[in-house]
């Protein structure tokens, strides 16, 4: 599977734990998760690659998973 197909598969994870996810400009300072009143978000900057999103997306999923064991 390549890095996009895997990125898409990853994104899909994320949306189904409830999170919105927006792809937008900024100048590569990087992106990611936040919780804005009810609204989880991810952000991935549009100047980073897939394997870049792809990282940010996995420490993401790996970070719930250590929250959902600590619950």
């Known amino acids: 599977m390549n890095s996009v197909a895997l990125l ?3 994104l899909e994870q ?6 919105e996810v927006h792809f ?3 100048g590569g300072t990087g992106g990611g998760a936040c919780q ?7 952000f991935l900057d549009l100047a980073m690659g897939a ?5 940010l997306v996995n420490e993401l999923l790996c970070e719930l ?3 959902r064991k600590a619950a």
């Open 24 to 26: 937008d400009w900024f």
């Open 36 to 42: 804005m009143g009810n609204r989880r978000c991810l």
């Open 51 to 55: 394997d870049e999103h792809l990282q």
């Open 65 to 67: 998973r250590v929250h």
């Open 8 to 10: 898409e598969s990853k």
């Open 14 to 19: 994320v949306r189904d734990l409830g999170y």
